[in-house]
């Protein structure tokens, strides 16, 4: 169950980082609810990690929410924020994807 809630809370990480990349392209009233959204995602996403790491290990617990952040807000940029798909950027996130994989199977 702890992987769940950690994966859970990874998704919720990568939430709050497309959040705060809409708050910084909007203005006014708009932003605030962006902004808004950044802390409920930050908050939930905190929580969940410090429920996780009550049964995992807290260097591995870190490394795969990290890990899902990294890689899910990458594929957000990509798709939602035009951000380039060039060479080296999927390369290293390739590698930070594979550690993360290794890193569960401990």
Do not use: N
């Not at 994966?7 to 609810?33: D, N």
């Amino acid at each position: 169950m702890s992987w769940i809630i950690l994966v859970i809370a990874g998704l919720f990480e990568v939430g709050f980082a497309a959040c705060l990349g809409k708050a910084r392209l909007s203005m006014g009233m708009t932003a605030i609810g962006w902004y808004s959204g950044f802390l409920v995602c930050l908050t939930i996403s905190m929580l969940l990690l410090i429920k996780a790491t009550q049964e995992l290990p807290i260097g591995t617990a870190y490394a795969v929410w990290t890990g899902i952040g990294a890689v899910g807000t990458v594929i957000i940029g990509i798709l939602f924020f035009k951000e380039p798909a060039d060479f080296w950027r999927l390369f290293f996130h390739h590698h930070i994807d594979c550690f993360y994989r290794w890193t569960k199977d401990c």
